[in-house]
């Protein structure tokens, strides 16, 4: 986790940075995307002295690795990856689907406008430099696993009251029949494994961007735990 704290005047330090090579993944409809790793939260502070809790997210270029069109294959959508593995840990197939890259993961981003595919390439890199400070983004990850829990925590029962000989039952989940009934009734909410689960958040800011370090700064929290893959999509 870090230790400092990112002071920006209207992310001055932290500024839209442009390179040759780098195509820019907004298509004619402006539709951005972005994949990452999350790397942890933090503090930052904006010019008028607020202080904002934010998410760091570890962002370095990706490559379009695949293409669909809806008349090829039923649908839109625009493959991307990113990072890098042990070639001993990647496949054959994969490894030819990536054309010898070796790739750590990799996302598939749906397009509703399909004019939107025709403008990338297999091979077009993408740097996180597409965002600028003050974009609102969605931001879908998998939820922390908390495992198997009673239904106080995972569904917000207030458990029974410590009156008239209910000494044991404060976490108890209470009746599960109904009394008319002689079977338990479908999405009766219940204890049962929890998190895990793919989330995604709406309306958060992007108040910097570092594209030398490869680093995207998000408000607020990002579902998962430090190291999630975290997808980016303009709002």
Same mark, same amino acid.
């Given at each position: 986790?870090?230790?400092? %704290?990112?002071?920006?005047?209207?992310?001055?330090?932290?500024?839209? #940075?442009?390179?040759? *090579? @780098? /195509?820019? !993944?907004?298509?004619?409809?402006?539709?951005?995307?972005?994949?990452?790793?999350?790397?942890?939260?933090?503090?930052?502070?904006?010019?008028?002295?607020?202080?904002?809790?934010?998410?760091?997210?570890?962002?370095?270029?990706?490559?379009?690795?695949? %293409?669909?069109?809806?008349?090829?294959?039923?649908?839109?959508?625009? #493959?991307?990856?990113? *990072? @890098? /593995?042990? !070639?001993?840990?990647?496949?054959?197939?994969?490894?030819?689907?990536?054309?010898?890259?070796?790739?750590?993961?990799?996302?598939?981003?749906?397009?509703?406008?399909?004019?939107?595919?025709?403008?990338?390439?297999?091979?077009?890199?993408?740097?996180?430099?597409?965002?600028?400070?003050?974009?609102?983004?969605?931001?879908?990850?998998?939820?922390? *696993?908390?495992?198997?829990?009673?239904?106080?925590?995972?569904?917000?029962?207030?458990?029974?009251?410590?009156?008239?000989?209910?000494?044991?039952?404060?976490?108890?989940?209470?009746?599960?029949?109904?009394?008319?009934?002689?079977?338990?009734?479908?999405?009766?909410?219940?204890?049962?494994?929890?998190?895990?689960?793919?989330?995604?958040?709406?309306?958060?800011?992007?108040?910097?961007?570092?594209?030398?370090?490869?680093?995207?700064?998000?408000?607020?929290?990002?579902?998962?735990?430090?190291?999630?893959?975290?997808?980016?999509?303009?709002?």
């Amino acid at each position: 986790m870090r230790d400092n %704290v990112y002071k920006t005047k209207s992310a001055t330090k932290f500024t839209k #940075q442009t390179k040759n *090579g @780098t /195509r820019s !993944a907004r298509g004619s409809n402006g539709m951005k995307f972005f994949i990452g790793k999350k790397v942890g939260m933090t503090q930052v502070f904006t010019d008028d002295g607020r202080c904002m809790p934010a998410t760091v997210v570890a962002a370095p270029k990706i490559a379009v690795t695949q %293409v669909r069109t809806s008349e090829k294959d039923g649908y839109s959508a625009i #493959q991307v990856a990113g *990072g @890098t /593995r042990k !070639a001993k840990n990647v496949s054959k197939a994969v490894r030819g689907h990536f054309a010898g890259k070796n790739y750590e993961f990799a996302r598939e981003f749906r397009l509703k406008d399909a004019k939107v595919s025709e403008s990338f390439t297999v091979g077009t890199e993408i740097g996180v430099d597409i965002f600028a400070p003050g974009d609102t983004v969605q931001v879908t990850g998998i939820s922390k *696993g908390k495992g198997f829990q009673s239904v106080i925590k995972r569904h917000g029962f207030h458990g029974g009251p410590r009156s008239h000989g209910q000494k044991h039952s404060e976490r108890a989940p209470g009746s599960i029949g109904g009394g008319l009934r002689n079977r338990v009734p479908k999405g009766m909410r219940m204890a049962g494994r929890t998190g895990g689960d793919k989330v995604t958040v709406k309306g958060l800011k992007v108040l910097a961007v570092d594209a030398n370090k490869g680093e995207i700064i998000i408000s607020g929290a990002v579902p998962g735990r430090r190291g999630t893959l975290i997808a980016l999509r303009s709002a």
